[in-house]
């Protein structure tokens, strides 16, 4: 069975920053897009980044731009959300996708359950 698991999330100020991790069993999520999506409270969830086979980067908002990086580690099995210098405004349940393609197509068949970011003083 496919399942994505994340992991890292937690409590930090504003100007901190947290790794997000997005482990994968069941398939090997190197053939696939893998996309990270978040969702704020009162707010429809909205795509943040999404990593390609070939390790290409899509951004899916503006807001993260030379603060949030994805990157993939196929021998783990894993791909990661780094964030710098998070604001109050990052603060959601982040999730992981794997999409049905090769690249970003939005078109995921899996998800894992969320990860809490809070950014709070």
């Known amino acids: 069975q496919a399942q994505l698991v994340e992991s890292g999330g937690g409590l930090v100020q504003p100007g901190g920053s947290l790794r997000l991790t997005c482990a994968a069993s069941?398939?090997?999520?190197?053939?696939?897009?893998i996309g990270w999506y978040r969702q704020a409270p009162g707010k429809e969830r909205e795509g943040v980044l999404c990593i390609d086979k070939d390790g290409v980067s899509t951004s899916f908002t503006g807001s993260v731009e030379g603060r949030f990086t994805i990157s993939r580690d196929n021998a783990k099995n894993t791909v990661y959300l780094q964030m710098n210098s998070l604001k109050p405004e990052d603060t959601a349940i982040y999730y992981c996708?794997?999409?049905?393609?090769?690249?970003?197509?939005?078109?995921?068949?899996?998800w894992g359950q969320g990860s809490q970011v809070t950014v709070s003083s």
């Open positions: 069941g398939f090997r999520l190197e053939w696939y897009g």
């Open positions: 996708a794997a999409d049905r393609y090769a690249y970003c197509s939005g078109s995921d068949f899996v």
